[in-house]
């Protein structure tokens, strides 16, 4: 939610993305592949998914930021913001099925 609203805010001042955009981004990434990290423990384990969608899940929540921001690289702030935008929601979409696919 927080490198949602720091791209909303780069939106709304037209301003490029600082230090502090690509260290959130680092943030949820390394958030999300720590979570899947815990998945795939559980996984080895042998608990095991009741659908396999988990994995595809897991990969679009990993890959949404890193992707859509990658996309963007020479584009105007505005834009960078946006696709930033829709890069975190797939995030969180991906997780929200994460845990509703149980």
């Known amino acids: ?60 929540a990993i890959t949404a930021l890193p992707v859509s921001t990658s996309i963007s690289t020479h584009w105007g702030p505005g834009r960078r913001g946006l696709v930033t935008i829709l890069g975190v929601l797939v995030t969180l979409i991906s997780i929200q099925r994460l845990f509703a696919t149980g």
């Open 1 to 60: 939610m927080v490198v949602g609203l720091e791209a909303g805010w780069r939106i709304r001042s037209h301003s490029p993305a600082c230090a502090l955009a690509s260290r959130l981004q680092g943030l949820l990434l390394l958030v999300t592949a720590v979570t899947a990290a815990g998945g795939l423990g559980l996984l080895a384990g042998g608990a095991r998914p009741r659908e396999l969608l988990h994995l595809v899940y897991a990969a679009v």
